[in-house]
Each structure stands twice: as structure tokens, then as C-alpha cells.
């Protein structure tokens, strides 16, 4: 029409315009129709950025301190002090293992922050392996992680929640072991259904339980620190004993000390699900591991206070113990806030863990149907009751120290591969952005100190070592039949594949609507 106007349109156009326009009540139906599902369209893309099916991004900064200190702070705390104490041989040099402990998980957090900050996707370990060493062991650390680390670690924390809600009640005499597993068995089965459930609730029930087991701390470290304070020091005298000091062992005093820090890295493993990441991962993870550490400290200087370390040692449940002695109005209250700090740590390792799993599956390198997510629930269903049964076999056939000696190796293996795979992206792409970079001299002593640690493992507890690495092995022979190139017989993949559609119908989940990486 403006051509026409102006004269400079061809004389078909002319025509055209001038021509009169006749619209025919089908034509007029049509285009209230395209109208009507234009408008259709602009609601349900509205309505899809609302109510898509993904993991929305719901955790802000104190969510996130409290889900890291309240996955570290579980039951290590209360149990490995007689393990660093034994394997160490002194008051003196196991204080020491607990401040180092604490200085190199800080070190290994904060090579996370900026591996968290620099690749934006969950699944932490799995995925920093995957982005900088490739597919194996990326595919190695997943299949290690939920063949044994994940089951082991959560049966040992289940473990001594269910000894400190049962033992009070059998004091002074033994309790059984088959209550015992009972109840951490009924704790399991209580958080893997907190974390089916809701985001939202498992989050809000670990900042709850977060604040309660810094509770718990608070009320072992205060008189401690006042007996203290009146000159009560007769443990601490000789505190490093050199004849009682065995290097063989001394490994294992870190592998008990560090574990009970374990738990740094699981906020890496919901990045997508973290609100400003870049500012809240490396905010998140500074405050809770320094808090940890000075809680750490301060909590074993009043063990030793209150108790001398031949009865540490002889102690199984070392914070009731103290309580007998430092707080017997309150003896009875001090099981009870071990046992809540036990199940925050156990709902952090089942809302972090899970993450990773979906996103290895998302990947390729499991199966789909755990890369999917409950269609109302918005929680990666497949992927938390997948942990549910191995956690219950290894909570039944286990010991609770072999499990802290048996998972260490591979964990802290993949955990050094990690921090050697930045760095070699740092070399490799010295101009990728990095919004948050670690001096590189911490990078370099966390990832010495990792193996350094490993390697001696193998000299000092060589059989469940040599377990450990014959386990982690295992899943090359997986990788390349499934991964690598797909050899499975075509009979069992249509029966799997026939399996995992029923199983999606029955948990009623789906893969994600959006993108969230």
C-alpha cells in the first residue's frame, strides 16, 4: 500500500490496492482461529516458564552454608576423634591432624568454588572429570560413587544415628546391634522420602538441623572451655608423644579426620539449583569450612579436656561419654542432638548425591530413566531410589570403621583427579572465564597432598585399598560395553528398555522441559 502511495510500485500493485476487498466468512473464521491459538501460545509459553518440569533454582546463600556445614557436621565429629587418636598415638599430634584436616578441606573447597563457578552445571565430581579428563573417568567416578562410596558413606552416618538414639536407652549395658541397624535403617528410609517428596522441604529441614547440631557443638565446646580455663590441662601434658607415633598408621588418622570434614563438595553437586552461583558457591563454601574448622578444634580441645584418651578410646559413642562427665543435667539431651546432627549430614549426602547420578545420566553414561524428575514433585526420583536399597545391604553387612578405610581410597583419588584436571584446563584454556580463580599454589598442595594420601593408603591398609581399586576398576569393562560402544545383546536392551518405560509410568517422572545449565 505504501509503494502504491508513492508511486513506485509496479502496476499490479496499483491494481491491487485499489481494488476492492471481498473476505468470505471461512476466510474471517480462519483467522480468528490463528488469532486465538497465537494467543493460546503466548500463555503457554508463559505458563511453561512457570510450570515446566525442571529443578528450578531455589537455593540461596544461607540455604547453602547450611547445607554444606550441615552435611559436614554429622556424625565424623562424634566418632572419628577415637580414630584419629588411635592412629595418630597422641593428644598433641591428633589436634594436629584435625587443624591440618581442616586447612586442606578448605583448600580442596575452594578449588571446587572455582571449579564450580567455571564449568555451570551439577553433578560435581562427574562433572569436572568429564569436562577436563573425558568420559572415563568421569564415567569411573560415577560408577564407583553409587557402587559403594555413596552406600558405604551414608551406612556409616546412619550407623551412629541409630547407636546414639538406641545405646542411652540400653545404658550401661550393650545394645543390640540388630536395633541398632534397625533404626538407622528407619532413618534412611525417613530422609530418601523427605527428599522424594520436596526441594523445598529437604532444604528447610536441613537448615533446621544445621542449626541444631551447631546447638549440639556449642553445648560439648562451652565447658569445655571453662574447665579449661580453671587449669584442668593434666591431658594435654606430653601431648606429642614420639615414641607413640607410627607413620604407617598416620594416613589413616587423616582418612578419619577428613572424613569427618567430608561433605565440602556436595554443594557443587546442585549448581544448577544454586541462585547466583557465582557469588553464593565461593561466599558458601569460605564460611561454613572455616566455621567448620574452629568448631572442629574447639570441639576435640574439650573432649580431651573432660576425658583422658584412654577412655576416649575406649568410647564408641565419645560425645555421650563426654556428656556423662561435663553435662549430666543434660546427659540425656546430648544423644538426641548427635543422632538429629547425624540425620542432617544423611539428608545432605541424599539431596546432593542424586545430582549427580541425573546428570550422568543425562550424559549418556547411565541409564535415562535416572535423568528424569517426578512431573508434580519437581525431585530426581529414580536417582534417590536407586541409593535406597544399596544403602540398606551395606548398612546390614558392614563394619562402621572398614567403611570409612574402604571408601576413602577411591574417593579421594577422584577427588585429586579433579583438582589435577583444573589445572590442566587452566593450561590447556588459560583464556576460558573463570568468575572465581584459586591462588594456584593452593591448587597444586591440595592435589599433591590428595595423592600423597592415597599412595601411602596403599602401604598402610593395603587390603581395603586393594579393594577399593579393584572395585573402581570394574566399571572399565562397563564403560566399554555400554558407553564407549554399545555392545549389549539386543534381547536384554528391549527387556531394559521395556523395564525402565514401566518404571517411568510408576513414578510418574519425565525428562526436563528446559534447559538449566
Given at each position: 500500500m505504501r509503494g502504491g502511495r508513492g508511486g513506485e510500485s509496479g502496476?499490479?500493485?496499483?491494481?491491487?490496492?485499489?481494488?476492492?476487498?471481498?473476505?468470505?466468512?471461512?476466510?474471517?473464521?480462519?483467522?480468528?482461529?490463528?488469532?486465538?491459538?497465537?494467543?493460546?501460545?503466548?500463555?503457554?509459553?508463559?505458563?511453561?516458564?512457570?510450570?515446566?518440569?525442571?529443578?528450578?533454582?531455589?537455593?540461596?546463600?544461607?540455604?547453602?552454608?547450611?547445607?554444606?556445614?550441615?552435611?559436614?557436621?554429622?556424625?565424623?565429629?562424634?566418632?572419628?576423634?577415637?580414630?584419629?587418636?588411635?592412629?595418630?598415638?597422641?593428644?598433641?599430634?591428633?589436634?594436629?591432624?584435625?587443624?591440618?584436616?581442616?586447612?586442606?578441606?578448605?583448600?580442596?573447597?575452594?578449588?571446587?568454588?572455582?571449579?564450580?563457578t567455571t564449568f555451570t552445571k551439577s553433578g560435581g565430581h562427574y562433572t569436572y572429570l568429564l569436562e577436563t579428563l573425558g568420559p572415563l573417568p568421569a564415567f569411573l567416578r560415577l560408577w564407583v560413587e553409587f557402587l559403594f562410596i555413596r552406600p558405604a558413606v551414608a551406612s556409616y552416618v546412619s550407623l551412629a544415628f541409630g547407636r546414639y538414639i538406641v545405646e542411652p536407652l540400653f545404658a550401661p549395658c550393650p545394645a543390640p546391634s540388630a536395633l541398632i541397624k534397625l533404626v538407622s535403617i528407619l532413618g534412611v528410609t525417613f530422609v530418601v522420602a523427605v527428599n522424594c517428596w520436596s526441594v523445598n522441604l529437604a532444604s528447610r529441614t536441613q537448615v533446621i538441623l544445621t542449626f541444631i547440631k551447631m546447638f549440639a557443638l556449642v553445648l560439648i565446646i562451652i565447658p569445655g572451655v571453662i574447665a579449661l580455663a580453671k587449669g584442668k590441662t593434666e591431658n594435654f601434658q606430653n601431648g606429642f608423644e614420639l615414641e607413640s607415633i607410627t607413620l604407617d598408621r598416620l594416613p589413616l588418622a587423616f582418612y578419619n579426620g577428613l572424613y569427618a570434614y567430608g561433605g565440602w563438595f556436595y554443594l557443587n553437586f546442585v549448581t544448577e539449583e544454586v541462585i547466583n552461583p557465582n557469588r553464593n558457591i565461593p561466599l558458601a563454601i569460605i564460611c561454613s569450612m572455616v566455621t567448620v574448622t574452629v568448631f572442629y578444634v574447639l570441639v576435640n580441645v574439650a573432649y580431651y579436656t573432660m576425658m583422658t584418651p584412654a577412655e576416649l578410646l575406649l568410647s564408641d559413642a565419645v560425645a555421650v561419654t563426654f556428656a556423662n562427665r561435663a553435662l549430666q543435667?543434660?546427659?540425656?539431651?546430648?544423644?538426641?542432638?548427635?543422632?538429629?546432627?547425624?540425620?542432617?549430614?544423611?539428608?545432605?549426602?541424599?539431596?546432593?548425591?542424586?545430582?549427580?547420578?541425573?546428570?550422568?545420566?543425562?550424559?549418556?553414561?547411565?541409564?535415562?530413566?535416572?535423568?528424569?524428575?517426578?512431573?508434580?514433585?519437581?525431585?530426581?526420583?529414580?536417582?534417590?531410589?536407586?541409593?535406597?536399597?544399596?544403602?540398606?545391604?551395606?548398612?546390614?553387612?558392614?563394619?562402621?570403621?572398614?567403611?570409612?578405610?574402604?571408601?576413602?581410597?577411591?574417593?579421594?583419588?577422584?577427588?585429586?583427579?579433579?583438582?589435577l584436571g583444573m589445572l590442566i584446563h587452566r593450561y590447556r584454556f588459560p583464556h576460558h572465564p573463570r568468575p572465581f580463580k584459586v591462588p594456584l599454589v593452593i591448587a597444586v598442595t591440595f592435589t599433591v597432598v590428595c595423592f600423597f594420601i592415597v599412595g601411602l593408603s596403599l602401604y598402610s591398609d593395603p587390603w581395603n585399598t586393594g579393594q577399593s581399586c579393584a572395585l573402581t576398576l570394574t566399571g572399565v569393562p562397563v564403560y566399554y560395553m555400554t558407553v564407549h560402544r554399545f555392545r549389549v545383546p539386543r534381547r536384554l536392551t528391549h527387556i531394559f528398555n521395556y523395564c525402565s518405560k514401566q518404571l517411568q509410568i510408576l513414578l510418574e517422572v519425565v525428562q526436563q522441559d528446559v534447559q538449566t545449565y
Open positions: 502496476k499490479s500493485s496499483g491494481l491491487h490496492s485499489c481494488a476492492p476487498t471481498t473476505v468470505s466468512l471461512g476466510d474471517l473464521q480462519t483467522h480468528t482461529k490463528m488469532e486465538r491459538t497465537q494467543i493460546k501460545k503466548e500463555q503457554d509459553k508463559g505458563k511453561t516458564e512457570e510450570e515446566a518440569v525442571r529443578l528450578r533454582r531455589q537455593i540461596g546463600l544461607l540455604p547453602a552454608v547450611s547445607f554444606i556445614i550441615g552435611t559436614v557436621v554429622g556424625s565424623g565429629i562424634f566418632i572419628a576423634p577415637k580414630g584419629v587418636l588411635m592412629n595418630s598415638g597422641s593428644v598433641g599430634l591428633s589436634l594436629l591432624v584435625w587443624a591440618l584436616c581442616g586447612l586442606l578441606s578448605l583448600f580442596g573447597a575452594l578449588c571446587y568454588a572455582e571449579l564450580g543435667g543434660l546427659a540425656s539431651v546430648i544423644p538426641i542432638l548427635v543422632a538429629l546432627s547425624c540425620l542432617g549430614a544423611l539428608n545432605g549426602g541424599f539431596f546432593g548425591s542424586p545430582r549427580m547420578l541425573f546428570v550422568g545420566a543425562r550424559e549418556g553414561h547411565w541409564p535415562p530413566i535416572f535423568s528424569m524428575i517426578h512431573i508434580r514433585q519437581r525431585t530426581p526420583l529414580p536417582a534417590v531410589l536407586l541409593l535406597y536399597p544399596l544403602v540398606v545391604v551395606m548398612l546390614i553387612t558392614g563394619e562402621i570403621y572398614q567403611l570409612i578405610n574402604f571408601a576413602s581410597f577411591s574417593r579421594w583419588f577422584f577427588i585429586a583427579l579433579a583438582t
